[in-house]
């Protein structure tokens, strides 16, 4: 693609020649530059694309796009200077990848918690309704039949464009991702087309990143703000159930047409005769597309509140109430999402991602109301994010649990202990608490503690199959320790 067109779709503040070249691909990281590419030089938490600028052209970038005026001899690479260089990353992308979002029926998800559920539920309901899906998430991309454990939630702007147009060219005809506070302040979904945004909630999490509450809801809000589906008549499809989704409903500058939904009764859709059963839940839809009776096989009433939101923004884009129900009444576990790990002991184990106060709460309440015997809890916290919530979540586990193990989650760059004694701190008494800093021997310790009748969640990693130190990263599956421990072998005690 010639380098007037790709400068046509962003502003640019100066260009150092006027020559026009084949801009032959894109990259923000130096090391995937190749003769004829355009290098984005991007400012990072911990490292700044202009260090690398040298090392993209020695390896033949056509361009360079920098927020850095940067003089370059005649003959040499082509500076393109903006005032945002991820602004122009994401537009001049979706201008590089003929703009596949257009092509697309788009669903994106944002809050803290819910939103790799709701995206499975969504692309459920729309496989069902014979529109090929992919999906890019916590978990994994799905690509047609290609599927790609995730890198992050949501990828940066090249990588998603170039993630949709393979969508296309798989012969998809909608698309379903999960959109970060992260990303939409990087914009990396900037000029994306959506048909429907859906908010979940919003619970302390990433205020290392954004610092405080009212950032981070202005973070999310973003997704709303910015809808902008071209020829697309987007809605925006908002849980009332949540505070800040009451207070995101009436929020002046929303583009897109507003559909409530939770359990509230001034929610446009929502559920009534409402039964919660250790199996799931029964509950009936109303909404304005029709009523639909729903059986639910997933645990709790959050998980009431997902199926809510994925028959929002699907009824939004057309769906039939009946399809949606029994696309809904067939949805199955997502991995690491209250996954059981059989057990011959007489006890369960879950294995869940919750890594929030609010989550932790959530999925703890709901095996409360299943457990008959003691209700056991393994967690830690990560490091170098949101310290705040560790307190927080010792709080909740010594008010709901009545056994709980803290361990490491992943450390990070930060001493483990540091943050079990931040964790510990939220706990009145340390009489319903043990500390075991090894997670290995940490669900050891539980699952050999558990009799007949209790419960065991392993929480805070869910279906991630690693553990994060300083300076290393380790193989480490919370469902493959369990079996290891409970002598599980091929899915056989």
């Known amino acids: ?58 390896r033949g970038a056509e361009a360079i796009v920098s927020e850095q005026p940067r003089l370059l001899s005649k003959g040499q690479t082509i500076m393109v200077h903006v005032a945002g ?13 003929q703009n596949p979002s257009s092509k ?3 669903v994106g998800i944002t809050g803290t918690n819910g939103k790799t559920t709701v995206a499975f539920m969504i692309m459920n309901i729309l496989e069902a309704a014979g529109l090929k899906t992919g999906l890019i998430g916590t978990i994994e991309y799905i690509i047609g039949r290609r599927v790609i454990p995730a890198a992050r939630t949501t990828p940066e702007a090249i990588d998603l464009q170039q993630m949709l147009d393979q969508m296309l060219n798989a012969g998809c005809r909608s698309a ?45 809000s973003l997704l709303f703000k910015n809808l902008n589906g071209g020829t697309k008549k987007p809605f925006a499809l908002i849980n009332i ?49 029709g009523q639909a009776k729903i059986a639910l096989r997933l645990l709790g009433r959050y998980n009431v509140g997902n199926a809510l939101a994925a028959f929002s923004a699907c009824g939004a884009l057309g769906m039939d109430p009946a399809l949606m129900a029994s696309a809904l009444r067939q949805m199955v576990l ?9 057990s011959a002991g007489g006890f369960q184990v879950f294995v869940d991602y919750a890594h929030t106060e609010d989550a932790l709460r959530n999925v703890l309440s709901t095996l409360r109301e299943i457990t008959a015997g003691r209700l056991i809890v393994v967690f830690g916290c990560g490091g170098n ?53 090894d ?48 002598g599980i072998k091929d899915g056989r005690i």
């Open 385 to 437: 994010r949101d310290a705040k919530k560790r307190p927080l979540m010792g709080a909740v586990a010594e008010q709901l649990a009545d056994y709980a193990v803290i361990t490491t989650d992943n450390p990070r760059r930060e001493e483990p202990n540091a943050i079990i004694a931040q964790i510990l701190t939220g706990f009145k008494t340390r009489d319903k608490v043990e500390i075991i800093p």
């Open 104 to 106: 697309l029926k788009m």
């Open 176 to 220: 379903v991702m999960e959109v970060s506070s992260h990303a939409l302040v990087q914009k990396r979904v900037w000029g994306v087309g959506f048909d429907a945004a859906v908010f979940t909630n919003l619970t302390q999490d990433h205020l290392d990143y954004h610092k405080t509450m009212e950032k981070y809801f202005q973070a999310k």
């Open 241 to 289: 159930d949540d505070p800040f989704g009451r207070q995101l409903a009436e929020m002046p500058g929303i583009k897109g047409s507003i559909v409530t939904y939770g359990l509230n009764e001034k929610a446009q859709v929502r559920a009534v005769n409402l039964s919660l059963n250790s199996r799931g839940s029964d509950f009936d839809v109303i909404s304005p597309w």
């Open 334 to 342: 997502v991995a690491g999402r209250l996954e059981e790990i059989q």
């Open 1 to 58: 693609m010639k380098l007037s067109v790709l400068l046509a779709a962003t502003k640019a503040i100066s260009v150092s020649q006027r020559a026009d070249p084949e801009i032959k691909g894109l990259a923000y990281d130096s090391r995937q530059v190749k003769p004829g590419y355009m290098f984005f030089a991007l400012k990072g938490q911990r490292q700044d694309g202009q260090m690398f600028i040298q090392d993209a052209i020695d």
């Open 439 to 486: 997670r290995y021997e940490a669900i050891g310790r539980a699952l050999s503690i558990a009799r007949k009748d209790d419960v065991v969640l392993i929480a805070g990693k869910g279906h991630e199959n690693y553990q994060e130190f300083a300076n290393t990263v380790i193989p480490f599956d919370d469902r493959q320790v369990v079996r290891e421990c409970l």
């Open 85 to 97: 260089a991820r602004q122009a990353m994401a537009e001049m992308a979706g201008v590089f990848y």
